[in-house]
C-alpha cells in the first residue's frame, strides 16, 4: 500500500495550488460579497484545464483521473472557502465526466470541449419541487416525438441557473427524467443533456428562477420549469430505463468531489485556526496553544480532517479504478460504500471545524471582519444535501454494510 | 535564436523549520524550482512564442528535486533539459556550478542567450549569472526586469534600481539574469505535467564536462535571530517624555534604524 501521491499528482497538485493562490485567493472574499464568480476568472480556469480534468483529450478534457480532480478541487476551495469556485469547478468536473462515460458520442463531440475550455458550464438537473432524495418520484416526463424528445417539469435547487445565461456559450444540466409517465418508481427512467442555452443562443421552453442562498453566495442555486422543451434524441445520456442508475453514478463521482471542496475549504479554517493558537496570548503570555482543552480539541479536529481526507482520495482512485481502468478493477456499486463514507465525513468535518475556530477566534469570530463565517456557511449547505443528502449517505452505508433486506426505505 | 536556462531548486524559505538550537530542518522543508529561474525560463518562452526559440533548461546536481526542476521546465515548455550530476548539491560552492553550467552552455550550444534568475530565493548570492558570463567572456546584464530582444544580436534588459530604471543593450551572445519582479510565470496546466513527464533528460557527468565540482563544509548553519532587546525608556511627566523620545532616537539611530 503506497500512500504517497505520484509526482504528477504532486505536480499537478503545486500547480493547482498557485493558480488558485494568485486568481482565486485575492478575490475569494469579493466573489462572496458580489455574488458571482467573474465570467473571465471561469475562462482562466477553462484555459488552465481546471474543468473536465478527468475527461480523455479527444473531447477537449485533460485526459487525467477523478482522484486530480479531487485534488484541484481541494486546492481551489483552500483558496476559497466559501466554496462557490470550488463547487462551480466540481460540478463541471463531475458531471462532465458522467457524460462522457454515458453520453451519446455527438453529444461528448458537441458539449464536453466547450465545457472543458470555460465557454460552457455543464451541472446536475436532479431534484424537484416535492423533494431530492426521492429520486424514484422525479415527475419530470419526457415524451418521445420522432427524433426528439419532449420534457415537461420542474426542477429546484440546481446550482449554475444563471451563470448558463451569462456564459459565452451557454451550458446545462445532466437532466433526469421519466420517459412517457410519470409512473413511481425507478424502472423508466432516462437522462438527457439538457442545454437551455447553446452556442449563445436560448432555447424556448426554458424558464429559470434564481434564489437568494445565505453562504457560498459566488454559484447561484435556481430553479427551472419545462415547458414543451424539446431535446434531440443524441442528447439522450444511455438508454430509456437506465436513468436512474446512471444518475446513481454520476452522483458517486460528483459526490466525491463534493466531500474534497469540503474538506479543502476546512484545512483553511483549521490552518487559520492553528495561526491563532500560536499567535494568541493570554495569562501572561501563554500562547492559546498551551492550553490544553483548545489544543487537544485541535487534534481531535485534525484527526477528523486527515480520516475525511484519506475517505476522499480512497474513493476518488477506486473511481478511476472503475471507470478509468481497462479491465475495471471494481464494479459500479463497489463505489457505494466508500463514496458515501467521503460524503458523510466532509462536510459534517467541515462545518465542525469552522464551529470551533469560531470560538477560539472569540466575538471576533462572529464578526463579518473575519472571513470565517463565509466558509462555514459555505460548507454548511452539504451537510443539507447537493448530490445527495447526509441521511441518505448513512442510508447507503446502512443497506450495503448491514444488508438491503434489514435496510428499507420504501413502503 | 537559441536560449539556455540555467536553473536550480530552492528552499521554500517561508516553510523552513529549525530545531531548538536553530539547526535549520532542511530535509523537512519543500523544495521547488527557483521563483526568479521561473521568471527567467518564462522570459524564454516569451521570446520562443514571439520570434522563434530552442529552449534548453540545464541543472547541476543528482537530487529528486533536481530532475524535477528540469521536468517543470519542460512543462513550461522548454524543449531540451540538460543535467550534470552531483551528488549532495546543495554544498557545491557557486564557481563549480556556475563552471558546470558554463561548460553545458559551450557543449551544447552555441546559445544566442544565457538566461538564469538574478538570485536564488534561499540562498541569495546573485552570483551565477555573473560568474557564467565572465567563464565564457560575454556580457552580462544583471538583475532585469524587462528583456526584450532589439533585432538581430542585440538584447535589452531594464533594471529598476533605486534612483530610477536603466536600460542596457548587450550584443548577444550574452547573459542576463532576470529577477522575481520580471513578469508572472506561466503555471503548467496537467497536460503539460503529463507531457513532460515523458521527455528525455540529458545527463552529463562532471568527467564528461572536464569541470571540477568543489563543495563547501559549513562549519555551523543556524537560523538567523535578531534578540529582542527589552529596553525600557521610561517618562514620568511631559519633561521626561521628551528626554525618553531623544534617547530612544539616538538609539534607533546607533543601531542604524534610522538615519
Known amino acids: ?171 446545462g444540466f445532466f437532466l433526469v427524467s421519466k420517459a412517457e409517465s410519470a409512473e413511481y418508481g425507478h424502472r423508466n427512467m432516462v437522462d438527457f443533456a439538457l442545454l437551455p442555452k447553446w452556442n449563445g443562443k436560448m432555447r424556448d421552453g426554458w424558464k429559470p428562477t434564481v434564489y437568494d442562498d445565505i453562504g457560498r453566495h459566488g454559484l447561484s442555486t435556481g430553479g427551472f420549469k419545462l415547458e414543451d422543451f424539446e431535446v434531440e434524441d443524441d442528447l439522450r445520456i444511455g438508454d430509456v430505463g437506465k436513468g436512474f442508475y446512471l444518475l446513481m453514478e454520476g452522483f458517486n463521482i460528483a459526490r466525491v468531489l463534493v466531500a474534497a471542496a469540503t474538506i479543502g475549504s476546512a484545512r483553511w479554517a483549521l490552518d487559520r485556526g492553528a495561526e491563532w493558537l500560536r499567535s494568541r496570548r493570554l495569562f501572561q503570555g501563554r500562547p492559546l496553544a498551551s492550553f490544553e482543552g483548545i489544543s487537544f480539541r485541535f487534534s481531535e479536529l485534525y484527526a477528523e480532517l ?69 466558509g462555514w456557511l459555505g460548507t454548511f449547505s452539504y451537510t443539507i444535501g447537493a448530490e445527495g443528502t447526509q441521511n441518505i449517505m448513512r442510508y447507503i452505508i446502512a443497506r450495503d454494510v448491514i444488508g438491503s433486506e434489514y435496510v428499507s426505505h420504501t413502503g | 535564436m537559441k536560449i539556455l536556462v540555467a536553473v536550480k531548486p530552492t528552499f521554500d524559505i517561508g516553510q523552513l523549520k529549525f530545531e531548538k538550537d536553530g539547526t535549520p530542518l532542511l530535509d523537512a522543508c519543500p523544495v521547488s524550482l527557483g521563483e526568479a529561474d521561473r521568471c527567467a525560463l518564462e522570459e524564454a518562452m516569451r521570446i520562443k512564442e514571439r520570434l522563434g526559440a530552442t529552449v534548453a533548461a540545464a541543472t547541476v546536481g543528482s537530487s529528486e528535486a533536481h530532475y524535477k526542476a528540469i521536468r517543470d521546465s519542460y512543462a513550461m515548455g522548454a524543449d531540451e533539459g540538460y543535467l550534470v550530476k552531483a551528488d549532495d548539491p546543495w554544498k557545491l560552492d557557486a564557481l563549480s556550478v556556475a563552471s558546470a553550467i558554463a561548460r553545458v552552455a559551450a557543449a551544447t550550444g552555441p546559445y544566442d542567450l544565457v538566461l538564469t534568475g538574478s538570485g536564488a530565493g534561499d540562498t541569495h548570492a546573485s552570483v551565477i549569472g555573473p560568474m557564467i558570463a565572465g567563464i565564457l567572456g560575454i556580457p552580462l546584464i544583471a538583475g532585469v526586469d524587462r528583456l526584450e530582444v532589439r533585432g538581430p544580436g542585440v538584447v535589452a534588459g531594464t533594471c529598476k534600481l533605486e534612483d530610477g530604471s536603466y536600460t542596457y543593450e548587450a550584443r548577444t551572445p550574452a547573459v542576463v539574469t532576470v529577477t522575481s519582479e520580471a513578469n508572472a510565470p506561466r503555471i503548467p496546466n496537467l497536460r503539460a505535467i503529463l507531457r513532460s513527464k515523458g521527455m528525455q533528460i540529458r545527463e552529463m557527468s562532471a568527467e564528461e564536462l572536464g569541470v571540477d565540482l568543489r563543495r563547501l563544509e559549513p562549519l555551523s548553519v543556524r537560523k538567523y535571530e535578531i534578540k529582542r532587546k527589552r529596553i525600557i525608556y521610561k517618562a514620568e511627566d511631559q519633561k521626561g517624555a521628551a528626554e525618553a523620545s531623544a534617547e530612544l532616537l539616538a538609539a534607533l539611530r546607533s543601531e542604524g534604524v534610522l538615519s
Do not use: C
Open chain 1, 306 to 374: 486527515e480520516a475525511a481526507k484519506y475517505f476522499v482520495y480512497r474513493a476518488a482512485w477506486m473511481i478511476d479504478k472503475t471507470y478509468l481502468e481497462n479491465p475495471p478493477r471494481f464494479k459500479p456499486k463497489d463505489l457505494n460504500v466508500p463514496v458515501s463514507l467521503a460524503k458523510m465525513k466532509g462536510p459534517e468535518t467541515a462545518t465542525r471545524i469552522y464551529e470551533e475556530v469560531l470560538k477560539w477566534l472569540g466575538a471576533y469570530g462572529y464578526t463579518k471582519e473575519s472571513a470565517v463565517y463565509r
Open chain 1, 1 to 171: 500500500m503506497d500512500f504517497l501521491l505520484s509526482e504528477d499528482e504532486r505536480r499537478f497538485q503545486e500547480s493547482v495550488s498557485e493558480f488558485a493562490k494568485r486568481h482565486i485567493e485575492p478575490r475569494w472574499i469579493e466573489i462572496d460579497e458580489k455574488g458571482r464568480i467573474p465570467l473571465e476568472l471561469i475562462k482562466s480556469m477553462g484555459d488552465q484545464g481546471l474543468f473536465a480534468i478527468p475527461v480523455p483529450d479527444k473531447y477537449g478534457g485533460m485526459g487525467g483521473t477523478v482522484l486530480m480532480a479531487a485534488l484541484a478541487i481541494e486546492e481551489i476551495a483552500y483558496h476559497d472557502p466559501a466554496v462557490a469556485v470550488a463547487v462551480y469547478a466540481l460540478l463541471n468536473n463531475g458531471w462532465p465526466l458522467a457524460l462522457s462515460l454515458f453520453g451519446s458520442e455527438a453529444a461528448k463531440q458537441e458539449i464536453l470541449p466547450k465545457v472543458a475550455s470555460g465557454d460552457a458550464f455543464f451541472g446536475i438537473g436532479s431534484t424537484e419541487p416535492q423533494g431530492g432524495s426521492d429520486v424514484a418520484g422525479t415527475r419530470t416526463v419526457a415524451r418521445r416525438s420522432g427524433n426528439k424528445w419532449v420534457v415537461n417539469g420542474e426542477k429546484t435547487y440546481i446550482s449554475g441557473v444563471r451563470e448558463i445565461q451569462e456564459l459565452p456559450a451557454g451550458g
